[in-house]
Nanobody
Framework: QVQFVESGGGLVQPGGSLRLSCAAS????????MGWYRQAPGKQRELVAG???????NYADSVKGRFSISRDNAKNTLYLQMSSLKPEDTAVYYC????????????WGQGTQVTVSS
């Protein structure tokens, strides 16, 4: 089973940028649809952005135009470039394999905390 290690989170001011990385174990990373998810305190985990093996991308309305998902299959790594960050982007961010409904179905990692605050 593929496992994930997220990194790149931190404290950033509103309007700032961060780049998250997700390192995946296993050589079959390239065949899966992948997603970035986030969970804010007291809220359910939600899809932020997803990418198919073909390169097709799907974004939550709240992040369109600000976030960009990409993948490097040779490095088994998923990325999330975040810009124009807002306080409401504060959450723990996770990556996972995604099913057809963009729900994460693999093992969840520890996630990486993103805090947007002045």
């Amino acid at each position: 089973q593929v496992q994930f290690v997220e990194s790149g989170g931190g404290l950033v001011q509103p309007g700032g940028s961060l780049r998250l990385s997700c390192a995946a174990s296993g050589s079959i990373f390239s065949i899966y649809a992948m997603g970035w998810y986030r969970q804010a305190p007291g809220k359910q985990r939600e899809l932020v952005a997803g990418i198919l093996s073909s390169g097709y991308r799907n974004y939550a309305d709240s992040v369109k135009g600000r976030f960009s998902i990409s993948r490097d299959n040779a490095k088994n790594t998923l990325y999330l470039q975040m810009s124009s960050l807002k306080p409401e982007d504060t959450a723990v961010y996770y990556c996972n394999t995604a099913d057809r409904g963009w729900y994460g179905f693999g093992s969840w990692g520890q996630g990486t905390q993103v805090t947007v605050s002045s």
